[in-house]
């Protein structure tokens, strides 16, 4: 990978070769994993995302007729054309519809948006449960806010991407992506409360602990607009009405194990209501119990979270696929302290925890594992070190 100047660098020149003038600037938003906390952020609950080097950078300037233009080096090639004026949810699609949402929310929170040229670069894989597109509007928003002076706050911010998400592009996501990219800093996991967006930084120096973490792309593509996300989210709001609180955060994460968590469930009248309550009342007491672990400094204590967590995606959410099953399986077969599936879900990546001696050997268990299987796709690793949130690069 370059390193963030030379890749502003190359993003600024290709602005040029493009639209024939130079870019007012360049940003960058990155793409995120996440330690634990999977379907908690749409129940008001509280997630652990760590930043990713990988990043989406844009080049960026204003025009004075209302025009936008967007280019992306992961499209087709095409320069996509609309108007300020004509923006509304539907009118662009594809990947083009995350910078025009980003552009849209800014216009109806009541700031005067200009014509712009944007040019985007992502190394963000797409699809891989990364945020690839938390990354694409993270990266255009904070170019605007910066751009235009708007000086509107990163939690806030983040909060327009998800609307811009939810309302522009139509796909129902929580609000967890959106502030990895924008509050996460080097070095560290971002606790996040999503009902009052409080958070804090907490430390994680893996190499300190003669840890790291491995992560496997299963390439098994997953998308958020889809009926099944959907479908999850409309069962947890519905869980929560009928126990009557506001969101299932409001379960008391005490009542995380034993007979409290089976006396409430058993007010539900169905079977899958029962269990993704379960999963997200669980993950929550999970999310507090790793934010004390890495507080202090036990990260070897951490693998157990993150497996039970996977056990709970798989079991009660239903949302692993037998891609990351048979990842996290492996490699704790092979002496990983800890694994699970991160991100939204059925396949994406699953991240592993474990001694940097170990990471060739899990590595090719998985890849020995996938190959057997028919038509599996051969998987991909890469290690995460915790990197800076969204900035400007030049
Ligand atoms: C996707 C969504 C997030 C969150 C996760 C699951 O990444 O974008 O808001 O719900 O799934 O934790």
Known sequence: MNTPHESAVLVAEEFVALY????????????????????????????????????????????????????????????????????????????????AGALWVLREEGHAVPGIDLHLDSEVPFGAGLSSSAALQCAVLLACDELLGLGIERPRLARLAQRAENDYVGAPVGVMDQTASLCCTEGAALFLDTRDMSQRQVPLDLAAGGLVLLVVDTRVEHGHADGAYRHRRAGCERSADLLGVKALRDVDVEAADGAALDALLARLPEEELRRLTRHVVTENARVLAAERLLAAGELRALGPVLTAGHASQRDDFAISCPQSDTAVDTALAHGALGARQTGGGFGGCVIVLTEPVRVAGISAAIEAAYAAEDGWNAPAFFTATPAPGARRLG
């Open 20 to 99: 024939g003038r130079e870019p007012e600037g360049v940003w960058q938003a990155p793409g995120r994993i996440n330690l634990i906390g999977e379907h908690t952020d749409y129940n008001d609950g509280f997630v652990l995302p760590v930043a990713l080097p990988h990043a989406a950078r844009v080049a960026v300037a204003r025009r004075d007729d209302g025009r936008v233009r967007v280019h992306s080096s992961q499209g087709d090639g095409v320069v996509v054309e609309f108007t300020v004026d004509s923006m509304a949810p539907g009118s662009v699609e594809g990947w083009a519809a995350y910078p």
